[in-house]
C-alpha cells in the first residue's frame, strides 16, 4: 500500500465537517412516534453534544403521553393538530419529521410556517410531485432543510468518498450496492403497516431500503444518475398492492459510473457497497444499518489493508451534524435539491421495471 494512501486512514472516526468550536443547543420537536423515534432517534438525540428533545408530537395521545418519559429534557407532548395549530412553538428550534412518508408534507409546510428549521426523513414524500412542494415551502421561507441521509454522517463512508476524491482506487468504474432485511418477520410484523401501502409508502422496496445503496453511491462518487434499467418481483401477497418485495437496478451515473444495486424485504439481513476503480477497490460490508460494526477494505493491486474502527451511533452523528449547521449558519447538507435526484430517480426505477428497458432520470 503506498504511503499517500494509508495517511488517509488515521483519524476514521473523525468529524471532518466539525471545524470550529460551537456553544448551544438546538431543541428538537418529533414529529411521529413509531418505534424508530422511540428507540432510535430520541436516545440519539440523548447521547448527542448538540441536541435535545423538548416536544413530542403524535396522533394518539396514548403514545404522547408515553413518548414524555423517554427523555427527562422531553416538556411537552401535543397531537399532530396541536403542532399544526402552533402549540407549544416556543419550545423547539427544529423539527424531526419522521412520520410515513406519503405523511411528511404537511408536517413540513408547519414547520415552514412556523420558521422552524427541518430534518427531514427519507425519501422526502411518496411521489415526486409531493416533494417537490415539499422543497418549496421551505425554500419560499428560507428555512433550513436536511434530508435524512444518515450514511452521509457515517464516518466510513465519508472516508470511502475521501479515498474515492483523492483517487485512491483511481477513477471509479463499478458500483455494487445490497441492501435486504425481513421485514415482515423482523422489523415490523405488520402486513397492515404503511410501507404496504402505495398512497403512503410510494414503494415498499425501492424507497424504503434500495435508497440506501442510491444514494450512498451519489455520496460517494459525487455523481448524479442520468438512466436506470431495473427488475421487480414479488412472492409474498402482503406485497401486492406496492409491487416490489425484491429488486434490481442498474444506474448510469453522469460521471460514466456504473453501478449494480439490489434490495429485498424478505431476505437475510445484509447489507453492503463497493466501489471499484481502475486501480482498486474500496469495500463497507456490513454497510448500512445503525449501530453495526463497519469492516472496511481498501484494495489496491496486489495490496488491502482492513481498517478496524469504532462504531458510532450513525443517528447521533446525523442530528449533531444538522444543528452544528444551525448553530455556526452553515447550510446543512444534503438538501432538499439533494432529495429530489433521488426521488426521480426511483420513479425511474419503477417505470422501469414495469415496462422494461432503459429509463431516462429527469433532470431537476
Known amino acids: 500500500m503506498t504511503d499517500d494512501v494509508v495517511p488517509s486512514l488515521d483519524g476514521f472516526t473523525r468529524r471532518d465537517w466539525q471545524s470550529e468550536e460551537t456553544n448551544g443547543t438546538v431543541r428538537f420537536a418529533m414529529v411521529g412516534m413509531g418505534w424508530w423515534t422511540r428507540e432510535q432517534a430520541i436516545p440519539a438525540v440523548e447521547a448527542s453534544d448538540f441536541c435535545e428533545t423538548t416536544t413530542v408530537v403524535s396522533g394518539s395521545a396514548q403514545k404522547v403521553a408515553a413518548a414524555t418519559d423517554l427523555a427527562d429534557s422531553i416538556e411537552h407532548g401535543i397531537t399532530?393538530?396541536?403542532?399544526?395549530?402552533?402549540?407549544?412553538?416556543?419550545?423547539?428550534?427544529?423539527?424531526?419529521?419522521?412520520?410515513?412518508?406519503?405523511?411528511?408534507?404537511?408536517?413540513?409546510?408547519?414547520?415552514?410556517?412556523?420558521?422552524?428549521?427541518?430534518?427531514?426523513?427519507?425519501?422526502?414524500?411518496?411521489?415526486?410531485?409531493?416533494?417537490?412542494?415539499?422543497?418549496?415551502?421551505?425554500?419560499?421561507?428560507a428555512v433550513p432543510l436536511m434530508v435524512a441521509y444518515r450514511m452521509q454522517t457515517e464516518p466510513a463512508v465519508r472516508r470511502a468518498r475521501e479515498l474515492v476524491d483523492a483517487g485512491a482506487i483511481g477513477d471509479p468504474v463499478l458500483v455494487h450496492g445490497h441492501m435486504s432485511q425481513r421485514l415482515l418477520d423482523e422489523v415490523?410484523?405488520?402486513?397492515?403497516?404503511?410501507?404496504?401501502?402505495?398512497?403512503?409508502?410510494?414503494?415498499?422496496?425501492?424507497?424504503?431500503?434500495?435508497?440506501?445503496?442510491?444514494?450512498?453511491?451519489?455520496?460517494?462518487?459525487?455523481?448524479?444518475?442520468?438512466?436506470?434499467?431495473?427488475?421487480?418481483?414479488?412472492?409474498?401477497?402482503?406485497?401486492?398492492?406496492?409491487?416490489?418485495?425484491?429488486?434490481?437496478?442498474?444506474?448510469?451515473?453522469?460521471?460514466?459510473?456504473?453501478?449494480?444495486?439490489?434490495?429485498?424485504?424478505?431476505?437475510?439481513?445484509?447489507?453492503?457497497?463497493?466501489?471499484?476503480?481502475?486501480?482498486?477497490?474500496?469495500?463497507?460490508?456490513?454497510?448500512?444499518y445503525n449501530r453495526q460494526e463497519r469492516r472496511f477494505r481498501l484494495s489496491i493491486g496486489s495490496q488491502s489493508v482492513d481498517y478496524d474502527f469504532d462504531r458510532v451511533n450513525q443517528m447521533t452523528e446525523e442530528f449533531d451534524y444538522f444543528a452544528y449547521c444551525l448553530l455556526t449558519g452553515t447550510d446543512p447538507y444534503p438538501d432538499g435539491d439533494h432529495a429530489l435526484v433521488d426521488m426521480r430517480t426511483m420513479k425511474a426505477i419503477y417505470a422501469a421495471a414495469e415496462r422494461g428497458g432503459d429509463v431516462a432520470v429527469e433532470a431537476v
Not at 412553538?89 to 408534507?105: F, K, R, S, W
Not at 444518475?225 to 406485497?239: D, G, K
Request: with cysteine; hydrophobic share 40%.
Open 80 to 141: 399532530y393538530e396541536e403542532f399544526h395549530d402552533g402549540v407549544a412553538e416556543d419550545a423547539y428550534d427544529a423539527v424531526y419529521v419522521v412520520t410515513p412518508n406519503g405523511a411528511h408534507l404537511p408536517y413540513v409546510e408547519t414547520a415552514a410556517d412556523l420558521g422552524k428549521a427541518v430534518l427531514c426523513e427519507k425519501p422526502l414524500e411518496a411521489s415526486v410531485e409531493r416533494a417537490e412542494r415539499l422543497v418549496a415551502a421551505c425554500d419560499d421561507v
Open 188 to 288: 415490523v410484523p405488520d402486513p397492515n403497516q404503511w410501507r404496504l401501502d402505495p398512497e403512503l409508502s410510494g414503494g415498499a422496496t425501492v424507497m424504503d431500503i434500495g435508497l440506501y445503496p442510491l444514494n450512498t453511491a451519489r455520496f460517494v462518487l459525487d455523481a448524479d444518475p442520468v438512466q436506470v434499467r431495473a427488475r421487480a418481483t414479488v412472492e409474498s401477497e402482503p406485497f401486492d398492492a406496492v409491487g416490489d418485495e425484491h429488486v434490481s437496478f442498474g444506474v448510469d451515473f453522469d460521471d460514466g459510473t456504473l453501478a449494480a444495486c439490489t434490495a429485498s424485504q424478505s431476505a437475510a439481513q445484509s447489507s453492503f457497497l463497493r466501489v471499484t476503480g481502475t486501480e482498486g477497490e474500496v469495500a463497507l460490508d456490513p454497510a448500512f
